[in-house]
């Protein structure tokens, strides 16, 4: 399957949204307490903001008939001049999603070196995500491509 990569576009909203779902409702399952089952990240109005905003750029995944086969969000963060810290520039990945239906086809890994080399066009200092505790399909992908923990951020739930 021939896959390439480019800039998410308007056109591409209500395929994403569809991807959103899926991926919501794998947070869903893991933590019902906080997700809320059939809803989605953003809406329409949300993904253009995001699309037209430099700081927030949404790569996709698309076969030769221009179907969008997954997604990736992105967030450029800066840490600056703090007192206890160095300065660095941060390619966040707010979310990756590959469509239940093709996933085990490398398409997870072409948006993450995708990722990796846009990263290293604006000069940033490293690639970060979060992956929610009992998502382990994705924690062992993120793994496998090379992600190594960086901290571990624990709760204690007030309300069960």
Known sequence: MEIYVRKAEEKDIDRILSLLKQVLEIHAAIRPDIFVSGTTKYTKEE??????????PVFVAADRNDTVLGYVFCMLQVTKNYTNMKDRKTLYIDDLCVDQNHQGKHIGTTLYDYVIEYAKKQNCNDVTLNVWEGNDKARLFYEKI???????????????
Do not use: A, D, P, W
């Open 47 to 56: 993904l253009k903001m995001i699309f037209t905003n430099e700081e927030t």
């Open 146 to 160: 090379g992600m190594k923990v960086r901290k571990t951020q624990m709760e204690y739930l007030l309300e069960e």
